[in-house]
């Protein structure tokens, strides 16, 4: 448990402004964003909608004694893998988390496409990529990972609705990035959602895991999803398929023991996607369930 104490907890402002889909609530302004994350005493938080870049960015995080635990970057790809300039893209990324300050580099595909209507039931026939695609986008990533050295950690993000989802497609990756500076970021609810048992794949990665999303689903939506009572991922962000973190399905004890088993003492980000509840106060919610779960442990 020495080592997760340690871990510092942040929060993804997705919960104020949801970057994938912006009519879920008003914008709000990134200054009340940074100003919430002091009052709920996160540490650190994901580059935001609406943050300013650069030097703007650092000033406005160091007066607040903010870190930018992460910047969140997703690479073009459809159903035969990578496509476009994916290349140019991360390296896009590495240098806007190198000049905002980013601690971690967070990479993942896009999502919807011919994924979207398989989210939470890929297993049931839904269209997979190819052994070659694994390939091109292992090779891509130890590349971006080796080109950030020790100035930002590299990790992969498997994400419900796109081409890595489920617990064997991120075996299947893990595979092509062991021996390379690339890490995973384990997203335990997108995992969920995929089939996937997080405190499994803990243990199973330990040696890949560098970066941690804790939140928590809804087990009616996700099993309505699943069921095709709602009509893909998008309807059930709306649905709120993801829940404070509590309220839903995840063994939060569970993950947090596994993490702690496996000697991590890196970010531990609160996210939730969209509420039911004011965004403050959905946050606030996470940050006391992560806290309280993390004091049960160490006792």
Known sequence: ???????????????????????????????????????????????????????????????????????YWALPADGGGLVGDAEGSARQA????????????????????????????????????PDAAFDGLGALLGTIAEEAADDVMVAFHPHAATWIETADETDALAARLTGSRARLCLDVGHFTVGGGNPVEAIGRHEQLIGHVHLKDVDGDVLRRLR?????????????????????????????LRALAGIGYSGWLMVEQDSSWLPPSEAAEIGGRAVRNALLELGS
């Open 1 to 71: 448990m020495t080592r997760l104490s340690e871990a510092p907890i942040g929060c993804v402002p997705i919960i104020w402004n949801n970057a994938d889909l912006r009519d879920l609530g008003p914008e709000v302004a990134y200054e009340t964003v940074l100003d919430e994350l002091v009052r709920l005493d996160f540490a650190g938080c994901q580059f935001g909608i609406g943050f300013p870049e650069g030097e703007a960015i650092r000033s406005e995080l160091a007066r607040r004694n903010l870190r930018l635990a992460e910047r």
């Open 94 to 129: 590495l240098a806007h988390a190198r000049s905002t300050g980013a601690e971690v580099l967070v990479l993942a595909l896009d999502g919807g496409g011919g994924r979207d209507e398989w989210a939470g039931r890929v297993d049931e026939g839904g269209p997979r990529w």
């Open 227 to 255: 069921a095709r009572e709602i009509g893909g991922f998008a309807p059930a962000i709306r649905e709120r398929i993801f829940t404070e973190l509590g309220n839903g399905v995840l063994d939060l004890p569970g993950v």
